[in-house]
């Protein structure tokens, strides 16, 4: 099979087309897919340039899984013998590391149907997206009705869907963005709009319930006087890692102000859930472009520009 694969961290580069051993089913709960679209997530880039919390995981000198990707779409081509949830030909996405190749073969309990009115391109990009701003929103925040939600970054792959998570729960959203993005993020349910270059959301005077710092270049204490008495403050993207664990540390002493790190657990039953909120509308992806697989190295060019409108999504 075809696959983006890299041997060493660097520069968008270091990926190359080449071909790789297709994955096959064994007596198990997996599920093999032939993938029509899988999205790049900030993960990708970031262990395709060795950003050092990754390297802990899958390699410190060179990388021990050459295939990036988080997000999958795609049509079943063999099923476990202990798959009960799915069966060939079934329309599918979900969750799986090496998504950016022809076939991969996750297991059953990360995916869920896609519905029939969503394409692949839509479905695959919001597992790990959609996933992070609903388990930070719902399950770290435990956001309520009527409560203050500000979203930074709230143009972003995460931040565009915690803009209308938020709303689904029935917050009153501030979103922040550029200029560029407030008409669009304020259609998909914004309440406020905030141009982050030319106002700081931190001089208004207002406090917040809930603030969702969805590309990671905001620190707790830039917003914990923006916060209620009981506000909490999440990072989703830890990209300024140097600041974080201190700020978990010194956050119970600021009253019952919170700040947390949050990244997704991927599972069906919420995979199950924001399947049912796209097939009824409630939700969307907004998707800036497709690349061709083979046009992978201009696509983390483009998200690594940390300029994104919504999702870059890959055609495998």
Known sequence: MKAAMFNSYGSPEVIEIRDSQQ???????????????????????????????TRLEHGLTKPKHPILGLDVAGTVEAV??????FKV???VFGSC???????????QNVLTLKPPNISFEEAAAVPCAALTALQALRDVAQVKQRQRVLIYGASGGVGHFAVQLAKYYGAEVTAV??????????ALGAHHVIDYTKQDFTDNGKKYDVIL????????????HSLTDTGVYITEQPLRPKYHPFQLMISPMMGRKKAKIHLAKPNDVDMDFLSKLMEEHKIK?????????????EAHKHIESGRTKGKIVLEI
Not at 33 to 50: E, H, P, Q, W
Not at 80 to 85: H, L, R, Y
Not at 97 to 107: I, L, Q
Request: aromatic share 10%; charged share 25%.
């Open 23 to 53: 994955p096959s089913i064994k007596d198990d709960d997996r599920v093999l897919i032939r993938v029509r679209n899988a999205s790049v997530n900030t993960f990708d880039y970031l262990c395709r340039k060795g950003f050092l919390p």
């Open 80 to 85: 476990g013998i202990n798959v009960n949830k």
């Open 89 to 91: 030909g079934d329309e």
């Open 97 to 107: 590391f090496g998504s950016h190749a022809e076939y991969v073969c996750p297991r």
């Open 177 to 186: 963005c550029s200029d560029s993005n407030l008409q669009w993020v304020r």
């Open 213 to 224: 710092d969805a590309v990671g270049k905001r620190t707790y204490f830039s917003c914990m």
């Open 285 to 297: 992806s907004v998707i800036e472009k497709c690349y061709p697989l083979e046009q992978i190295v």
